[in-house]
């Protein structure tokens, strides 16, 4: 009899408190809700480079996806995959992408690699310089 006496009245208390509970919102002057009230939106600030220094090292958008790959087009022997960018305002743009690296050849190893282009205002961009990073 105790093991059904005791989720009976587990039962009977919940629908109690679950009957008092609205029956108390309608008796009330202001709406009560049980929602909790939504979360302010936070707001993502982008860091704008100031010209003529660096930006800290960020995801990739679209622009910097074509720009990396038009320029890196004609480019054989070892293919790059950048990773993040941080960029320079000049007389147009500096991109310095950290980048996966490998000779184009089976078997090889990855290998971390910075690589260097300048977009300028008028014209294409272009390699400026391709580093192997070491490993110590």
């Not at 919102?25 to 979360?39: E, F, I, N």
């Not at 500096?94 to 971390?112: H, I, K, L, M, Q």
């Not at 014209?123 to 580093?131: D, M, P, Q």
Request: charged fraction near 20%; proline fraction near 7%; charge should be positive.
């Amino acid at each position: 009899m105790k093991q059904r006496f005791f989720p009976a009245l587990v039962i009977v208390l919940g629908l109690s408190g679950f009957l008092w509970s609205t029956s108390f919102a309608a008796d009330s002057s202001a709406p009560v809700s049980r929602k909790a009230a939504p979360a302010p939106e936070k707001k993502v600030v982008k860091e704008v480079p100031k010209a003529g220094g660096w930006s800290k090292f960020d995801m990739l958008s679209a622009t910097d996806r074509a720009v990396f790959k038009e320029t890196m087009a004609g480019l054989a022997g070892v293919g790059y995959e950048p990773l993040v960018v941080r960029k320079q305002v000049v007389a147009g743009m500096n991109y310095e992408f950290f980048c996966n690296a490998r000779v184009v050849y089976p078997g090889t190893d990855w290998y971390p690699a910075t690589v260097l282009i300048h977009k300028p205002l008028q014209g294409n961009a272009v390699i400026k310089k391709i580093s192997k990073i070491a490993a110590h």
